[in-house]
């Protein structure tokens, strides 16, 4: 599996797993897939407006409570195997800070889709978006998942993350509860 700039040629797979009921939405899933589909059948270049952000110029994005939130700088990259399309991964930061806006869980979200699950995929994806992180000037990275989500948990600390604390999300996020973790980059 590699981690890939997303491009045109990626397409078709993308779009494969959209029909397939896949979303990089974690909190929406299949709503999201099909409002993706749409988006891209309208404006096929859709879904590579994001994938390098840095100054943050996206358009805003619809939070859980409905609220449209500026979007702050960003990455996007894909994972890749043999068999094309195998999840995604994002990075989001504020310039010159290692602090984000409260109702921005974290740094980094990924989701890989379910039919490629269970092979370290996810693991070794945020192990490759490290670099990028370091490379935007942050010395750490937070992770937030839900109490429950134990794969996910289990691929920060793979990649030498640390349990801070249990929180409250928030009124954005329905201030339901979720763990934070802390991955330590390297000084640039
Ligand atoms: C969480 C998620 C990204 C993990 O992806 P993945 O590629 O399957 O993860 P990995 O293969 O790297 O597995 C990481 C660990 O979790 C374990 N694991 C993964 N899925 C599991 C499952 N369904 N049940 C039990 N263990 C699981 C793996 O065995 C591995 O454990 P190990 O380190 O002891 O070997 C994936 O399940 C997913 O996309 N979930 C929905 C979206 C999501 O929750 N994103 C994260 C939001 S914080």
Redesign the pocket.
């Known amino acids: 599996m590699e981690l890939l700039r997303p491009a045109p040629e990626h397409l078709p797979s993308y779009v494969a797993a959209l029909q397939r009921g896949w979303s990089p939405d ?1 909190t929406r899933g299949a709503e999201a897939a099909l409002e993706a589909l749409a988006k891209i059948e309208a404006d096929p270049a859709s879904p590579f407006a994001l994938v390098d952000d840095p100054e943050g110029l996206g358009p805003p994005w619809q939070a859980p409570d409905g609220t449209w939130r500026d979007r702050i700088p960003g990455r996007v990259r894909w ?1 890749w195997d043999a068999d094309g399309f ?2 995604s991964i994002n990075l989001r930061w504020l310039k010159g800070t290692n602090a984000l806006p409260p109702h921005v869980l ?1 740094h980094v ?6 039919w ?11 192990g490759l978006l490290l670099p990028l992180a370091q490379a935007e000037g942050l010395t750490f990275v937070d ?4 109490p429950g ?10 990649n030498g993350g640390v349990f801070i604390e249990r929180f409250d999300k928030g009124p954005t996020w329905g201030h339901k509860p979720g763990l934070r973790f802390r991955v330590p980059l390297g000084s640039a």
């Open positions: 974690t994972m195998a999840g974290g979200g990924y989701a890989v889709v379910p490629r699950r269970q092979r370290g995929y996810a693991t070794r994806a945020l992770i937030t998942t839900d989500n134990t794969p996910s948990q289990k691929v920060i600390l793979a």
